[in-house]
T-cell receptor, first 112, second 116 residues
Framework: GENVEQHPSTLSVQEGDSAVIKCTYS??????FPWYKQELGKGPQLIID?????GEKKDQRIAVTLNKTAKHFSLHITETQPEDSAVYFC???????????FGKGITLSVRP | NAGVMQNPRHLVRRRGQEARLRCSPM?????VYWYRQLPEEGLKFMVY????????ESGMPKERFSAEFPKEGPSILRIQQVVRGDSAAYFC??????????????FGEGSRLTVL
């Protein structure tokens, strides 16, 4: 089955700096890669996603890039703000499967 | 539109009791997924259901755990004879389509089970 890995487990940046979070996946058949943000005590919220037919997608301060050859994808957050502090999960989805496989998550801390 | 509704938000049980967690999907969604999250861990898939059907239960423990999504009413995740290791946050997500046409899941706020 699919295996999604996220490293490191924590990331701390200064407010205003950029943050990059990387994930790798194992199943070359995976074709949908969402990113979720989870704030303390809440459920995961979809913030951006990308499909395998594109290499990059941007939505205001966040962007996602996908390298299918290397089987990795990254979340980029520019001009970070304290409210960006949360746990971020990447996931991969294969058309043949019925579930999303998640990475373990990374805790992003934005220092004021 | 109301989002995915889960209740109870917090549940405390003693070892050996039963826990029932309920999930109402978003309006128009007919596919429900249950995930478990342990402290400091990611989201682990448990089960995927459509109305009256279990599609994929590969992540469900073989004993004590069961799930259903009846024709009428919410989806129920049932844990019998709970043990301390069952303490976790249980998240429900819904999707308007089965597979990767979207793959997009919308999550509820979770039910946090504590077993004493």
């Amino acid at each position: 089955g699919e295996n999604v890995e996220q490293h490191p487990s924590t990331l701390s940046v200064q407010e205003g700096d950029s943050a990059v979070i990387k994930c790798t996946y194992s199943d070359s058949a995976s074709n949908y890669f969402p990113w979720y943000k989870q704030e303390l005590g809440k459920g995961p919220q979809l913030i951006i996603d990308i499909r395998s037919n594109v290499g990059e997608k941007k939505d205001q301060r966040i962007a996602v890039t996908l390298n299918k050859t290397a089987k990795h994808f990254s979340l980029h957050i520019t001009e970070t703000q304290p409210e960006d502090s949360a746990v971020y999960f990447c996931a991969a989805h294969t058309g043949a499967n019925s579930k999303l496989t998640f990475g373990k998550g990374i805790t992003l801390s934005v220092r004021p | 539109n109301a989002g995915v509704m889960q209740n109870p938000r917090h549940l405390v049980r003693r070892r050996g009791q039963e826990a029932r967690l309920r999930c109402s999907p978003m309006k128009g969604h007919s596919h429900v997924y249950w995930y478990r999250q342990l402290p400091e861990e990611g989201l682990k898939f448990m089960v995927y259901l459509q109305k009256e059907n279990i599609i994929d239960e590969s992540g469900m423990p073989k004993e004590r755990f069961s799930a259903e999504f009846p024709k009428e009413g919410p989806s129920i995740l049932r844990i019998q004879q709970v043990v301390r290791g069952d303490s976790a946050a249980y998240f429900c997500a819904s999707s308007p389509s089965q597979r990767g046409n979207t793959g997009e899941l919308f999550f509820g706020e979770g039910s946090r089970l504590t077993v004493l």
